[in-house]
Structure formats: C-alpha cells, structure tokens
C-alpha cells in the first residue's frame, strides 16, 4: 500500500459533503468486522454513518463464511442505513449495493461486471465483490439496515489463499492496472447516495 492510496476519512467526508452517505466517515486500520464496528455505534449514530477498514480479522459474507480481507489491498466498508423496509424487503438493499458497485466498476475501472444472485459481483468468471446487509432490531422497536461491502481492489494473485485463486479476482488483475481506492470509494459512495435516495423514495 503506498501512501498515495491510504484511506483518509476527512477526506472522503469532504468528498462527500452534502450528502446522507459519509456525512461521517471513520477509517480504521484494523477491525474484526465493519459490520460489527457499525452495530456497536448504531444506537448513537445517524443513518449514513460509513465505517472503512484497512483490515479485517473477521470479515463475513453470506451465510457466515469467512471474507478474506487482506490489508490495505481492498475496500472493506459498511454503512449504517434506516430505510422504510421490512427484513423481509432487505434483498432490496443486497441488490441495490451489488448493482451500484457493479456500475461503479464499469464506469470507475473499465471491465464489465455482473451480479451473481444473490450478493456477488463477478468480472469474468471471477468473483471480485460481495455484499452482505444485517437487519438489526433498534431500541425503539425499529430496524436498521447494516449494509456491509467488501471490494477486492489490489490484490495481486498470491494476496489471495490459495483455496481462492482459481475463483477470486481484483480489480487490479481485471484491468491491468489498480485504481485508487480512495477515488473507488468516493465514486462508490456517491453512486449509493444516488441511488438510495430512489429507493427511499419510491
């Protein structure tokens, strides 16, 4: 990771300034799981909240199995959202983020992406992303949505264990070059405001 392309969460706010998506941003270096680090700051917390790490220790996707989140190569982020959906709606939300990161790559990178139902993205044969989002029951009796992303950015093929290098691709290795992650993300989180905003809206 070069120190172009370290995450700064001033940044990206700023980047971000006006919108309900990153009016707060924080970046750590290390966390079990963004997921979680957004459910321990839920009840205190505007929807919108956007919590990135440069690593994590025990990242999930679907169905609990574990993500591979190797340091400083990838976008490992969640976002806090309180949408007027029910749980059993909240596949509204898994294709929204997997269709946003797919257009994002298309229109940020270059390579055409598609959705794997129901929460992967691909490149190819290759899988580059996943989404997972966690319905959580809130004190007042509500729900929030924990929108949970993880983007391989600039892996290179040995990043990966090698029980994953027949299956999982990066950015970086579909285009032939990496693209900035804080640009990615910025892009990314610009895209979502967009498009959640349709989706509150409908």
């Known amino acids: 990771m070069s120190l172009s392309d370290v995450l700064d969460a001033q940044a990206i706010r700023a980047a971000c300034a006006g919108q309900l998506i990153g009016h707060r941003v924080v970046v750590y270096d290390d966390v079990a799981s963004t997921n979680e680090s957004v459910a321990g700051m839920a009840a205190e917390a505007a929807e919108g909240l956007v919590v990135i790490a440069e690593r994590q ?5 679907q169905y609990g199995r574990r993500w591979e989140s190797a340091a400083g190569k990838g976008l490992w982020m969640s976002i806090l959202l309180r949408p007027a959906i029910t749980v059993a709606e909240s596949s509204r939300l898994t294709d929204l983020l997997a269709q946003t990161i797919a257009a994002t790559i298309e229109q940020s990178v270059g390579p055409p992406a598609r959705i794997k139902p129901p929460n992967d993205v691909y490149i190819g044969s290759r899988k580059v992303a996943g989404v997972l989002v966690e319905m959580r029951v809130e004190m007042g009796g509500g729900y929030c ?4 992303m993880g983007i391989n950015v600039s892996h290179a093929l040995d990043d990966f264990p090698p029980e994953l290098r027949e299956i999982a691709t990066s950015l970086a290795l579909a285009a032939g070059c990496a693209p900035n992650r804080q640009a990615f993300a910025i892009a990314l989180l610009r895209a979502l405001e967009v498009r959640y905003a349709a989706l509150r809206a409908a």
């Open 145 to 148: 949505a924990i929108a949970g």
């Open 57 to 61: 220790t025990a990242g999930r996707g």
